[in-house]
């Protein structure tokens, strides 16, 4: 069920959060190659497919906390943006000399990727070129890719410690398979 939007501006927040973001990220699968993603390692044991559903509602959670402050949000190109910002379709972790570097260089990888696929805002574009600030030295232009940016940080660095120490993720597990 695609969403229409009376405007370019879409700050309404919708009622649903995670319905919201999987669907949006059903409709990326079918329209582009997402469902890829979930075969490449990004974090300790996370999906690349995961982590980009995280960060989309980690972003779509701080929006909604600024638009009750009153702040304006693009929710559709924030989610989508969000969910595309690591779209560089390969595994980072194998020996490939274009793979140096990653973390600099993959925000333009996915971007490029992204393009192939889909028709992107220019809000979608940013999130996705930037959303390595500091790494990548030039900081977002817009306030979704702001959002986005930190969401990431935030996924990223709880991804990390989880699969380093064993969180909870790790305990999840032992116990379903108990």
């Known amino acids: 069920m695609k969403r229409r939007y009376a405007s370019a501006r879409d700050c309404a927040c919708p009622e649903h959060p995670l319905a919201y973001v999987r669907n949006m990220a059903q409709e990326l699968e079918k329209e582009g190659r997402l ?29 909604q906390v600024l638009a009750r402050a009153g702040v ?27 793979h140096r570097l990653h973390g600099f260089k993959h925000p333009f990888f996915a971007l490029e990727r992204a393009e192939e696929d889909f028709d992107l805002t220019p809000i979608e574009r940013n999130i996705i070129a930037r959303h ?20 990431d940080k935030t996924c990223a660095l709880g991804e990390t410690i989880d699969g380093r120490i064993g969180g909870s993720r790790q305990v999840k597990r032992k116990r379903k398979r108990a």
């Open 132 to 151: 390595m600030f500091p790494l990548v030295p030039i900081p977002p232009a817009c306030r979704e890719a702001w959002i986005v940016c930190l969401a």
């Open 35 to 63: 469902g890829l993603t979930r075969s490449f390692i990004q974090h300790g044991d996370v999906s690349v497919y995961a982590h980009m559903l995280s960060v989309a509602r980690h972003s779509l959670h701080m929006a």
């Open 72 to 98: 304006d949000i693009d929710t559709r190109s924030l989610v989508r943006g969000a969910l595309l910002h690591d779209y560089f379709l390969y595994d980072w972790h194998d020996s490939d000399p274009s």
